[in-house]
C-alpha cells in the first residue's frame, strides 16, 4: 500500500468519526500506530489553505494526478515550457504542501511521461503495421538544423511521420539506411518523394527507392520571390517615400504662396511622384498574378473549367508563364536573374510529371472496376474534380486563389447534384464514391511546406529548450502522430494506419504510479507557525 493510498485511509476514517485515538485509528484502518501517528501528522502539515481537504480525498488526489500530468504534458512536453515555470505555476496553486513540485520532482514525473510516450507509441505501430492497412507514402524529406542536425520524413497525405532521426551526415548513404530500415519495417512502399533539388535527396528517391523524385513547389515559387519580389518592393517603397515628401514640399508651399510658381512646381512633382507609385503598384500586382498563376496551374485539372489536363499541357503553360514573367521583368527594368529563372525552368518537367503519375493512380483504382465509358466520365469529369478542388479550397490561405477555387466548386457541385448518374445512386453508395474520390484526391501533394512547417516548430522547441533534450526528439515524434488532432478528430497515426487508437493522454495517464511526496519543509513550517 502506497504512501497516498493511506493517506487517504486515514482521512477518510478520520472523518467519519473526528475524535479517534491512534490506537483507534490503527485498529480501524488496519496500519500499525507509528504509521498512523505519522500520517496524521503529515496531513496536519499539509492542511495549510482552505481547499487542503479536498486533496485527502481519493477524488482529489485522483485530479491532482490529471493536473499534474496534463501540465507537464501539455506545457512541458508540447510546448517547451521550463520544468521551473511549471513548478512555480504550482507554487502559485499552493500545492506544493500536497505533491512534489520541485524541479528535481517534476524531471522524474517527466522521465516516466517519456518513457510511457515511447513504449505505447512502439505497440501501436506494431498493431497498425500487424493490421495490414498501412497506406502507400506519398513522402517528403528534408533536413533542418538545430543543436545537431536531423533528418526528417513525413507522408504527406496523412501528416505522419515516419521518421525524425539525429544524424551527422545527410549523403545518401544516410539518407537510406534510415528509409529502407523503415519503409521495410512498416511494410508499405513510397510513391514519390517531394524535396528540394539536393543531389542525395534525388537520388534517394530515383535510385533507392525506385521511385518519382518530385521537385517542391513550394522551394520553386520562393526561388522566383526572391529573385525578383525585392527589387519591385524597393522600387515601390522608394516611390511611396518620394511622394510623401513631394506632398509635404507642396504643403509648404502652399501654405506660404498658394498660387505662386513653388506651389505650382512642387503639384507637378507631387503627380509625378503619384504616377510612380501607380505604375510600381501596378507592376506588384501584376507580379503576384504571375506567381498565382503559376501555383494555379500545377493541378489535375484546369482551373477554369475543370477539364482534365497532361504533365505536358502543364508544362508548356508553366513555361509560358515563366517568359511571360521574362518579359515583364524586362519591361520593367529589373536586373534579370537569369540563372534563378533557369534553374526553376530545369524542375518544370519533374513537377509536371507528377501530373500523369497521379492520373495513373486513378486507372489503376479503376481498372478492376466493370465501368461502362459514361460511368468513367462521371467518375474523371464531375466526382474527381469536386473533391479535388474542395479539399485545394480548405487547405488554400490567399483570399485571391481561395475566391477562384470556390468558384469552381460551386460550378461542380450544381453539376454533380444534377448528374443523372449521381440521381441513380444510393446515398450509402454515393458516400462510399464521395470518400474514395477524397482519398484518391489527397494523394496530389506538390509540395513540401507540410515538413517546413515541423522543421518550425522543431526549431521553436529548440529554442525554448535551449538546446536538444535526450530522447525528447523522439517524444515529439509521438506527441504528433498520434496526438496531432485535425478538424475532424483524427490523428496522422489513425489516417496512415486506417485505425482509430486510443486517446494518447488518458492512456498514459494510466501509467504514471503515485504522485511525487512534497518535500518536509521545516523551514517553511517554522515561519507559518
Known sequence: MGFW???????????????????????????????????????????????????????GRRWLMRLLVATLYTFGLKRGVGLETISEFFTHARLTTQLGCSPSALRRVMAVLETALLETAEAWEQEGIAEGKVREIMGAVDETFLQRMMLVFMDLVSGYLVFE????????????????????????????????????????????????????????????????????????????????QAQERLRMCQGSDPSGADAQQAQAVVEA??????HWETAESAYRHHLERVSLLVHPWRLVDSTRQTSQEVEDQLHAEITALEVFV??????VKKKAVDKVRKQLAGLCALVDFWWQGVCRDLQHMALTPMWRQWIEE???????????????RCPCRKAKILQACKALHVQ?????????????????WQAWAAERAQTFQRAS??????????SQMHHNHRGL?????????????????????????????????PDLFETVLSQVGDLPRPRNRNQVVALSA
Not at 520553386?220 to 520571390?225: C, D, T, V
Not at 444534377?418 to 462510399?432: G, S, Y
Not at 525528447?472 to 498520434?482: A, D, G, P
Request: aromatic share 8%.
Open 382 to 396: 464531375v466526382l474527381l474534380p469536386l473533391m479535388y478542388w474542395q479539399q485545394q479550397a480548405a487547405r488554400t
Open 469 to 501: 533534450p535526450k530522447r525528447r526528439s523522439k517524444v515529439w515524434t509521438v506527441l504528433h502522430n498520434f496526438d496531432g488532432r485535425a478538424p475532424d478528430g483524427t490523428t496522422p497515426a489513425s489516417r496512415f494506419f486506417r485505425r482509430a487508437f
Open 165 to 244: 532521426e539525429v544524424a551527422e551526415q545527410r549523403t545518401y548513404e544516410t539518407w537510406y539506411a534510415l528509409v529502407e530500415a523503415r519503409v521495410e519495417t512498416l511494410g508499405t512502399d513510397v510513391a514519390y518523394l517531394v524535396s528540394d533539388r539536393a543531389k542525395a535527396l534525388i537520388k534517394l528517391a530515383e535510385t533507392g527507392l525506385g521511385c518519382l523524385s518530385i521537385p517542391d513547389l513550394f522551394h520553386l515559387i520562393h526561388e522566383l520571390i526572391k529573385s525578383y519580389s525585392w527589387a519591385i518592393l524597393g522600387r515601390l517603397r522608394h516611390a511611396r517615400q518620394a511622394l510623401h
Open 330 to 335: 524586362e519591361t520593367h527594368g529589373l536586373p
Open 449 to 458: 511546406s507540410a515538413v517546413e512547417g515541423r522543421n518550425g516548430y522543431l
Open 5 to 59: 493510498t493511506k493517506s487517504v485511509r486515514i482521512f477518510k476514517s478520520l472523518c467519519e468519526k473526528a475524535n479517534q485515538s491512534i490506537r483507534q485509528l490503527a485498529s480501524e484502518t488496519g496500519m500499525s500506530k507509528s504509521s498512523v501517528h505519522r500520517l496524521k501528522q503529515a496531513i496536519a502539515r499539509r492542511d495549510r489553505s482552505p481547499e487542503s481537504w479536498l486533496w485527502e480525498t481519493e477524488e
Open 416 to 432: 454533380f447534384e444534377t448528374h443523372p448518374m449521381t440521381q441513380t445512386l444510393a446515398p450509402e453508395v454515393r458516400a462510399d
Open 273 to 278: 511622384c503619384a504616377a510612380q507609385v501607380q
